[in-house]
């Protein structure tokens, strides 16, 4: 099995920075695609950033220019940089991973959630 555990959430101030983590951990042969979504009371998850095996990055039109997502392979973590927040950014965060197991079957896989609020 595979887990996912994230961290670095919190409060922050509009205009603010934070950066979340998440590491996978289980018996994994390999990770293809990382990903952050976000869900915010009543609304649907959205994916906020992708990055592929190969470090390829992908965002969502809301974040271009602000976020940054990247990876470790070495250490199956994806970080997510979050700079110039506005309000509308507050919401629950998930990590989210796809790839196979040491034992050649597929996994896909979310993580608990992160709260990042941001308000003055």
């Known amino acids: 099995q595979v887990q996912l555990v994230e961290s670095g959430g919190g409060l922050v101030q509009p205009g603010g920075s934070l950066r979340l983590s998440c590491a996978a951990s289980?018996?994994?042969?390999?990770?293809?695609?990382m990903a952050w979504y976000r869900q915010a009371p009543g609304t649907q998850r959205e994916l906020v950033a992708s990055?592929?095996?190969?470090?390829?990055?992908n965002y969502a039109d809301s974040v271009r220019g602000r976020f940054t997502i990247s990876r470790d392979n070495a250490k199956n973590t994806v970080y997510l940089q979050m700079n110039s927040l506005k309000l509308e950014d507050t919401a629950v965060y998930y990590c989210?991973?796809?790839?196979?197991?040491?034992?050649?079957?597929?996994?896909?896989?979310w993580g608990q959630g992160t709260q990042v609020t941001v308000s003055s």
């Open positions: 989210n991973a796809d790839g196979w197991l040491a034992a050649r079957r597929p996994f896909d896989v």
């Open positions: 289980g018996s994994i042969f390999s990770i293809n695609a």
């Open positions: 990055i592929s095996s190969g470090g390829r990055p």
